[in-house]
């Protein structure tokens, strides 16, 4: 009897903590190793979009991702968050600035396009960090026959 009174409580309990919404996580910690060997894991998960993205953490304020692409990126806007990235392979060019071709709002707050018109372009190679303020056009282009992974810290803007 106690002990089926016991598992009916921890049941009750683990219920709870499993209703809850999610928390932000602690500390992230990841070595280069591990980025390393994620990358590798993400060239078989590319969709039709041609990439393929992993969450890494969320941390309430701000999240992280890997992304691994095999062609261009729509253009994107994002009005609430800053993307910072951080090269990690590969290489591809960085257009910022100008104004989004095809633009459509797919979620409040989000805009995507095919392309930047009139934007400012960057090489992008392993090691180099960017970082692309709210309200910002941009798209991550790569060369026919290339590839480019790279972490973005998405951060909610004040």
């Known amino acids: 009897m106690i002990r089926r009174t016991l598992m009916y409580v921890f049941s009750l309990a683990l219920a709870a903590v499993l209703a809850q919404p999610a928390a932000a996580q602690g500390v992230g910690y990841w070595t280069n190793a591990e980025l390393k060997a994620a990358a590798k894991k993400m060239a078989p998960k590319i969709n039709e979009q041609h990439f ?3 969450r ?4 309430g304020s701000h999240y992280a991702l890997m992304v691994h692409r095999e062609g261009n990126g729509p253009s994107e806007i994002h009005d609430r968050y800053t993307d910072f990235y951080v090269v990690q392979s ?3 060019t960085l257009v910022t600035g100008g104004e989004i071709v095809g633009s459509k709002e797919t979620e409040p707050g989000e805009v995507r396009g095919t392309s930047v018109k009139g934007g400012t372009k ?6 180099d960090t960017v970082n692309i303020p709210p309200k910002t056009p941009h798209q991550v282009v790569v060369p ?3 590839t480019i992974t790279y972490l ?3 951060v909610k803007a004040e």
């Open 52 to 54: 393929a993205l992993d």
């Open 56 to 59: 890494l953490g969320d941390w």
């Open 90 to 92: 590969g290489e591809g």
């Open 122 to 127: 960057r090489s992008l190679k392993p090691g």
């Open 144 to 146: 026919s026959g290339k």
């Open 152 to 154: 973005i810290l998405k």
